[in-house]
């Protein structure tokens, strides 16, 4: 999972679905959801609506420079930003500001999550001038179910990465047991198929199968082919088979 730092397309596919319904409340809000990791930002990911602004943003690397993400990594706590967060924080950094005008983003206000993996959370709801008119107070009044809704999220998103992660690792576990025809021979077997039914379901001589079914059991260290079952099905290490 580190590796890819949440870039799976299907699952932040479900993200943004979710992120969407949810939000549809707030009519046409631009959004984007965030996910840094605090000791090297350059591993960064996002989930938005407005994809144009966040392309720019990620090849220009701002989040290295980006007052907003900066705030968010020293607190806990919503807050909304304008051009004078640089003022109030001491920062001198109005280059991504003025880009992001360019992109019809004027203003915002982001709630944050910090997690076990050191990675920052941040959803970010971004406005301008063409914004419903009382936008931001609903924002505002909004704010303690909106942190929930990122608390939600982020935990929605590590969960299916973790799955994805823990999938992977069996799989690996698993190839690393048995070749592709022990595993089907296994498979098999613990259907209740004889060896000449699985051989004639293989397309493969009867020798064949005792000869692949003999290495898997001397792999698991018995010499019954029960045994073997039992103990390959324990340990989940036989993968069904679609022929």
Request: hydrophobic share 40%.
């Amino acid at each position: 999972m580190a590796d890819f730092f949440y870039k799976n397309e299907s699952i932040n596919l479900i993200i943004k679905e979710f992120l969407d319904k949810k939000l549809r409340t707030f009519e046409r809000v631009r959004y984007a959801y965030v996910i840094m990791n605090k000791k090297d930002p350059t591993k960064i990911s996002v989930i938005t609506n407005k994809q144009d602004w966040v392309d720019f943003y990620i090849e220009n690397k701002f989040q290295l420079t980006d007052p907003v993400l900066i705030t968010a990594a020293n607190r806990i706590i919503p807050f909304s930003w304008e051009e004078n967060i640089m003022i109030n924080s001491g920062l001198r950094l109005p280059k991504v500001f003025n880009m992001a005008k360019e992109y019809n983003i004027t203003s915002g206000y982001t709630f944050v999550v910090h997690d076990i993996k050191n990675n920052i959370g941040v959803l970010s709801l971004m406005t301008d001038e063409n914004c419903e008119h009382d936008l931001e107070l609903r924002i505002e009044e909004s704010k303690n179910k909106l942190q929930m809704l990122l608390l939600i999220v982020h935990d929605k998103l590590t969960s299916l990465y973790r799955e994805m992660s823990d999938l992977s690792d069996e799989e690996e576990k698993t190839s690393e047991v048995f070749s592709k025809r022990e595993n089907e021979v296994l498979y098999f077997a613990s259907l209740g198929k004889t060896y000449q039914e699985i051989g004639i379901l293989l397309n493969i001589k009867l020798s064949t199968v005792k000869f692949h079914s003999g290495n898997a059991l001397r792999k698991l260290g018995v010499t019954n082919i029960r045994q073997g079952i039992r103990i390959a099905s324990e340990l989940q290490l036989i993968k069904p088979v679609i022929l």
